[in-house]
């Protein structure tokens, strides 16, 4: 951490059963399920980048069964199988309607795709944290955001937070053109959206050869990347050996590990 990028926390930890309110298929991959319930309150989210914990149902059933917190962590009664559970991006909360935005990528069969997938209003789920948040004071002189899909609400949500005429390039792997978002911001955006098709996610050098190609302006940046584990060692690595600013910051995270099971 630095003086202009610091840690917020520990919030509260609570854990919420919620209700899904909506659905809507942002793209052929991404679904945004808006959840909401009275047990949102108090909900505290700093960081584009928070993860929140899913829990969801075990199949066939209407709601997960969520541990208590006790003095050394979680407690599950007594036989209790625990619930599936996934680290996810809190997209928007509206504290005043008592909502929160989750968007799920949808590949795979693992248990956040599928119960995504199948999701309707009424059907219930837990969610625990964001335990802290990273928050950035938006004063470098320049943005690099890159990704694929599981990194598109952290970098759509950051961008709605940057300051108005900074420069900032957007570097997005997805499968094709049908998986393009639209992103608003009030910086200076030059989005670069690279499609992978017909290649498996975590499969390409698509993100390490733009990146290559890719003049960094001097001053102070802020770069922020979230991909497949061993895509995101690769960009660590090409970053390590550009002439940055002392004074810049770099994150790149493998929010995914391509091979494991049950990843998403």
């Not at 005043?96 to 590949?107: G, T």
């Not at 975590?202 to 061993?230: H, I, Q």
């Amino acid at each position: 951490m630095t003086d202009r990028v610091t840690r917020s926390g520990p919030h509260p930890v609570k854990l919420r059963l919620l209700e899904v309110k909506r659905t809507a298929d942002l793209t052929p991959h991404l679904r945004r399920i808006t959840l909401g319930g009275a047990a949102l309150d108090g909900f505290t989210s700093l960081g584009a980048d928070d993860h929140v914990k899913v829990f969801f149902p075990a199949p066939g059933e209407h709601q997960p069964v969520l541990p208590t917190l006790g003095p050394n962590g979680p407690i599950l009664p007594e036989g209790v199988t625990p619930p599936a559970r996934r680290d996810y991006t809190p997209r928007a909360y509206r504290p005043e309607l008592s909502e929160l935005d989750i968007d799920f990528v949808l590949h795979g069969d693992g248990p956040g795709s599928t119960w995504a997938a199948q999701a309707r209003p009424g059907d219930l789920v837990g969610v625990g944290g964001p335990r802290s948040s990273t928050v950035v004071r938006y004063d470098f002189d320049w943005y690099l955001l890159l990704g694929d899909e599981s990194a598109l609400p952290a970098i759509a949500r950051r961008l709605e937070e940057l300051p108005a005429g900074v420069p900032v390039t957007v570097l997005l792997e997805v499968n094709d053109a049908y998986d393009e978002l639209p992103l608003t911001s009030a910086a200076t955006m030059d989005v670069r959206w690279l499609h992978r098709a017909p290649h498996e996610p975590g499969m390409t050098t698509l993100l390490r050869d733009a990146l290559a190609n890719l003049p960094l302006p001097s001053g102070d940046g802020f770069v922020w990347g979230g991909t497949e584990s061993n895509v995101a060692h690769a960009l660590r690595e090409h970053l390590e050996g550009r002439s940055l600013s002392p004074h810049s910051f770099i994150r790149v995270t493998g929010y995914w590990k391509r091979g494991t099971a049950g990843q998403e």
